[in-house]
């Protein structure tokens, strides 16, 4: 299931500081993002527990939620649906379209040289 902005917004904080309590999820996305209500957050969190998003740990008298599914595998589930939607399926064309659209600096693009290096090996 792909998960909404709201969602992938708590699960950056989430991915990032480990398994959380809804108030430290709620105080991340307040200091980071914008102001949210801590109620919406407890709500969204429950939902995307009932949704299989995240995985809810009951065994303490506060409630840690952490991620169903690791970081990249979403991350890569998005990026394929993105790309196959948007460039039809050709990741060369995304590269190219970030590339026209940004300067990217020396630094990135010998990082990049070294990365595509790695990948003839």
């Not at 809810?56 to 990249?72: F, G, I, L, Q, T």
């Not at 394929?80 to 939607?85: G, P, Q």
Request: aromatic share 6%; proline share 2%; glycine share 4%.
């Amino acid at each position: 299931m792909e998960p909404t902005k709201s969602e992938l917004e708590i699960l950056q904080v989430l991915w990032e500081h480990g398994p959380s309590t809804v108030r430290l999820v709620n105080d991340k996305l307040n200091e980071e993002k914008r102001a949210v209500q801590y109620s919406s957050t407890l709500k969204l969190m429950q939902i995307m527990a009932e949704k299989g998003i995240l995985v809810r740990d009951e065994s303490s008298m506060k409630h840690v939620y952490s991620p169903a599914e690791a970081e990249d595998k979403t991350k890569n589930a998005l990026l394929e649906k993105f790309v196959d939607s948007m460039y039809k399926g050709s990741a060369s064309n995304l590269v190219m379209q970030l590339f026209g659209n940004k300067n990217t600096s020396q630094e990135e693009l010998n990082e990049i040289k070294d990365f595509l290096k790695k990948l003839d090996k």
